[in-house]
Nanobody, 126 residues
Framework: QVQLAESGGGLVQAGGSLRLSCVQS????????MGWFRQAPGKEREFVAG????????VYGDFVKGRFTISRDGAKHTLYLQMDSLKPEDTARYYC???????????????????WGQGTQVTVSA
């Protein structure tokens, strides 16, 4: 059984930074493609960032514009999202997701991810 647990969310002022973490437990996922998504109240789940199995390809949502960085530590089975220059419109619940092991590239489509964490809330005040 695959389990993902996010942490690092919180309340921050506009222009501030947060670092989200996602720890994987159960079956090792160090070689799976993974991603971050977010969902604000009343809105659809939105792709934030993705990373492939070998950490050679990272992709981002159009709104990121260089403010966020996705990374992973295979030895710690942990995925990260460094978020800088945060804006009030970044307020949402952020979710970590992993694709099945045979899918080595990330995807912008939420439905293509097999495993999800419970999410961590990020609130950015003006």
């Amino acid at each position: 059984q695959v389990q993902l647990a996010e942490s690092g969310g919180g309340l921050v002022q506009a222009g501030g930074s947060l670092r989200l973490s996602c720890v994987q437990s159960g079956h090792p996922l160090s070689n799976n493609a993974m991603g971050w998504f977010r969902q604000a109240p009343g809105k659809e789940r939105e792709f934030v960032a993705g990373i492939d199995w070998s950490d050679t390809d990272r992709v981002y949502g159009d709104f990121v514009k260089g403010r966020f960085t996705i990374s992973r530590d295979g030895a710690k089975h942990t995925l990260y999202l460094q978020m800088d220059s945060l804006k009030p419109e970044d307020t949402a619940r952020y979710y970590c997701a992993a694709r099945d092991g045979y899918l080595r590239t990330s995807s912008r489509v939420a439905g293509s991810y097999a495993y999800w964490g419970q999410g961590t809330q990020v609130t950015v005040s003006a």
